[in-house]
C-alpha cells in the first residue's frame, strides 16, 4: 500500500463527527438578507461542487423552487437579486468559482460563501457577504459533509426548508455504525467497500444511479474513484440509459469483459426503475465482468444519500491501495490548475 499522506482514511473514520460539526456551523452561521427568492444556485467545482447536488437530490421534495448546481467560471442569464447564491470552494482559490462568485455579485444576488479561507474568504469579507469557514487540512472532497450540510441549516433557518435536524442526527447515528463495517481492521468478506474494491480492480468501473435518487450518488463514486485510485470510471441514470447506453452491450468480443458495473438502490426508487434493474441485468449479465447492487440504508432521505456515499468513498481509498496509490494528492489537477495561472 502506498502512503496515505493526506489521512484520506482518517477523514472517512471522522465523517460522522464531521456532519454533526457542519450542521452546527450552518445553525451558527450569519444568514443572508431575506428575501423572495425564486432560486437557489450552488456554485462550485468538483469536490465542492459535489454538495450543491446532494443539495438539488435532496431538496428536489422539500423546497418549493428549484436547485441549480453551476460548475463554471459564467452563470446562467437568470441569476439575480431573486437568486439564492452559494459559493463553495474549499481552498477558496478556485478561478471558476471566484470568477462565478463575482459576477453574482454584479447581478445582486444574495450570496453565502462556504471555505476554508482563500481568496474567496477574503473576497466575501471585504464585501460583507456571510462566510461559513469550515476546517481546512483534509482533500475537498473529503470535506462534503462541511460543504453541504450548513446549506440545509441555512435554508431552514432562512424558512426556505422544513427542518432536517432530525434527519442529519439520523445520518450521523447511522455513518457511526457503518464505518465499524466498513474500517480497515475488517477483512473483505464481512467489508462491503474492500468487496467493492476488489470487483473494480484491473476493470473500468460503471456506476448506475437513478434520476431523483442515486443520481448524484453514482456521479460522487465516479470522481472518487478518479480522485483517490486515479483511476478511470463512468456513470449514468436509469431511465436515460435504458435509451442510449444498454445498447453499447451488444457490443461483440472481450471489451465489456473489462466492465464493473454497480446498480446503486434506494427503496424510493421509482417502481418501473425497479423494473428496470431487473430487466437491464438479465439482458447485460454474462457481457460484463460483473454486476453487483448496493441498496441505500436509513430511513430519511439525508441517510440513505450518505450511506452510499460512505461506501463508495471508503471503496475509492481501497481501490487507491489495491493500485498502491496514495488517495490524498491529485498531482495532475495541480498541475493543470499552475499551468493556466
Ligand atoms: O477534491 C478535489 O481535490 C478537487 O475536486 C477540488 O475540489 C477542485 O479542484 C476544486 O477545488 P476547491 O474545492 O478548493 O474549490
Aim: some cysteine.
Amino acid at each position: 500500500y502506498a502512503a496515505d499522506t493526506k489521512g484520506m482514511l482518517k477523514s472517512l473514520w471522522e465523517l460522522p463527527g464531521q456532519c454533526a460539526r457542519a450542521w452546527e456551523l450552518g445553525m451558527a452561521a450569519q444568514l443572508p438578507p431575506a428575501g423572495q427568492f425564486k432560486h437557489i444556485l450552488v456554485t462550485g467545482l468538483g469536490g465542492s461542487a459535489i454538495g450543491g447536488d446532494f443539495l438539488r437530490v435532496y431538496a428536489a421534495r422539500r423546497l418549493g423552487v428549484p436547485v441549480v448546481v453551476n460548475r463554471d467560471y459564467v452563470l446562467p442569464e437568470f441569476v439575480g437579486p431573486h437568486t439564492l447564491v452559494f459559493a463553495v470552494s474549499y481552498s477558496g482559490n478556485t478561478e471558476e468559482t471566484l470568477s462565478a462568485y463575482a459576477r453574482a455579485r454584479e447581478k445582486g444576488a444574495a450570496l453565502v460563501v462556504l471555505t476554508t479561507g482563500g481568496r474567496l474568504g477574503e473576497m466575501a469579507r471585504q464585501d460583507g457577504v456571510p462566510v461559513i469557514t469550515v476546517p481546512g487540512g483534509i482533500a475537498p472532497r473529503s470535506a462534503t459533509g462541511y460543504l453541504f450540510l450548513p446549506t440545509l441549516a441555512v435554508l431552514y433557518r432562512m424558512g426556505l426548508l422544513p427542518d432536517p435536524g432530525q434527519e442529519v442526527h439520523e445520518c450521523v447515528s447511522l455513518l457511526q455504525s457503518m464505518r465499524e463495517e466498513l474500517k480497515p481492521e475488517v477483512p473483505r468478506d464481512s467489508n462491503p467497500a474492500k468487496m467493492l474494491a476488489a470487483g473494480f480492480y484491473n476493470r473500468i468501473p460503471v456506476i448506475w444511479g437513478s434520476s431523483g435518487t442515486t443520481e448524484v450518488v453514482a456521479q460522487r463514486w465516479k470522481g472518487q474513484i478518479n480522485e483517490n485510485a486515479k483511476a478511470p470510471a463512468y456513470w449514468n441514470v436509469f431511465p436515460e440509459l435504458n435509451h442510449n447506453e444498454l445498447v453499447g452491450f451488444e457490443f461483440p468480443g472481450e471489451l465489456l469483459r473489462r466492465l464493473y458495473v454497480v446498480i446503486l438502490r434506494d427503496p424510493h426508487d421509482h417502481p418501473r426503475v425497479q423494473k428496470r434493474f431487473a430487466i437491464t441485468r438479465e439482458i447485460m449479465e454474462g457481457a460484463v465482468a460483473g454486476v453487483v447492487e448496493i441498496m441505500a440504508r436509513g430511513s430519511g432521505a439525508l441517510a440513505r444519500l450518505y450511506s452510499l456515499v460512505y461506501i463508495g468513498d471508503y471503496a475509492s481509498v481501497y481501490l487507491a491501495m489495491l493500485y498502491g496509490v496514495d488517495p490524498g494528492p491529485v498531482r495532475v489537477i495541480d498541475t493543470l490548475k499552475a499551468r493556466l495561472a
